[in-house]
């Protein structure tokens, strides 16, 4: 069993935050999977189970998403390498994709949760969400929206997320993936 989780903060005025990355791609990928998707309220968070993949969006807030991953993990006694966590990066230009295993938090309060709660091992695939060209301080910059030429362009990065997560499942060599499906910017 495989976990992917999207990390953003729940409600109707987040939902186009930079922050909120990880929910969009999960919707994205939900959305053009064949898979009917009903999310479901368990563990904390909106969730979604096929016969492989479990895709969750946690509902404890950003900050939180520790504590329903570690519900789930142990749940459904999951490997933290089998793992897989979707986020938005500010250090990376919007549309630029990097997949990592381990590592630090760099800052980000959601994985710092996540690393808290179950470790730090797991897979997370980095989307930038572009540069902050108005010197914001970070915390106001990932909670503005998109731009609506931004919005238009996730469909194109979800799709490029969704081959990474299916060749992941077919080769489970993480190493070979990052090779192949870190992306620069290119939008």
Known sequence: MYLVAGLGNPGLLSKYNRHNVGFLMIDKIIKN????AKFQDKFRSKFLKNESILYIKPQTYMNLSGQAIYVIKNYYKIKLEDIVVIHDDIDLPFGAIKLKTGGSSGGHNGLKSIDDCVGNNYTRVRIGVGENERDQDSSTFVLSNFTNKQIEQ???????IKECIDAWLKTDDINKIKSIYTKKATL
């Open 33 to 36: 999977s064949q898979t009917i």
């Open 154 to 160: 996730l469909d194109d990065i979800a799709i490029h």
